[in-house]
């Protein structure tokens, strides 16, 4: 089965312009959650799509914005960047049913805000 | 709120035993995870404990005490590959369903020959 998959893989944008991150999760996995990871903060949850509705929302600002598709591929959206935005952004994709609701991770996209 | 917290670093040697601890405070609580990262790489699954008690999985154990709000990670006859991060993680005020993890900063594991 193939694992969760992102892209771009690397990004790089000047600060003020928009970026859109793209995840497919595993097949039959309807829930997808999206992470940010920076040396200073860790893993800081983003939020959570599952059947095409938000579930979970982290604390971000309203700059940071998601989407699921009826195929449960997400996006995600960051307009107005700034540097600090700079940072690995993970997706994540479980089962909602049965199992402990491990979470597997995509490689994740680099995004660096210069 | 919630919280958790790991040591920073840790060393050790090859072939040797390294238990790395977390701590966590959490009203509400289902399950403790473990996972580890490679450098560069994204976080794999490694455990998932909700009973009290050791739970072993090949050269991995996970140990967890509710009252205690502790659990480990034991890693034996350590190899060099064992070189990664490894991050504790609780489920958002222990919701049963839910894919809002709340991961402590991680510990950095390095093997030395």
């Known amino acids: 089965k193939a694992g969760v998959t992102q892209t771009p893989r690397y990004l790089i944008k000047t600060r003020g312009q928009q970026v859109t991150l793209s995840c497919s999760p595993i097949s039959g996995h309807r829930s997808v959650s999206w992470y940010q990871q920076t040396p200073g903060q860790g893993l800081q949850f983003l939020f959570e799509?599952?059947?095409?509705?938000?579930?979970n929302k982290g604390n971000f600002p309203g700059r940071f914005s998601g989407r699921q598709f009826s195929n449960s591929r997400s996006e995600m959206n960051v307009s107005t960047l700034e540097l600090g935005d700079s940072a690995l952004y993970l997706c994540?994709?479980?089962?909602?049913?049965?199992?402990?609701?491990?979470?597997?991770f995509g490689p994740g996209t680099r995004l660096t805000v210069t | 709120g919630q919280n958790i917290d790991q040591p920073t670093e840790m060393t050790a040697t090859e072939g040797a035993i390294v238990q790395i601890n977390c701590t966590y405070q959490t009203s509400g609580f289902n399950g403790l995870f473990w996972y580890q990262q490679h450098a560069g790489e994204a976080p794999t699954f490694l455990s998932y404990?909700?009973?009290?008690g050791l739970e072993e999985k090949g050269r991995f154990s996970s140990f967890l005490s509710r009252s205690k709000g502790y659990s480990y990670l034991l890693l034996k006859e350590l190899q060099m590959k064992d070189s990664a991060s490894y991050l504790c993680?609780?489920?958002?005020?222990?919701?049963?369903?839910?894919?809002?993890?709340?991961f402590g900063q991680g510990t950095t594991l390095q093997v030395k020959p």
């Open positions: 994540a994709s479980r089962r909602t049913s049965g199992g402990s609701g491990e979470q597997y």
């Open positions: 993680a609780v489920p958002y005020y222990g919701s049963s369903n839910t894919g809002k993890l709340i």
């Open positions: 799509y599952f059947s095409e509705t938000q579930r």
């Open positions: 404990n909700v009973l009290d």
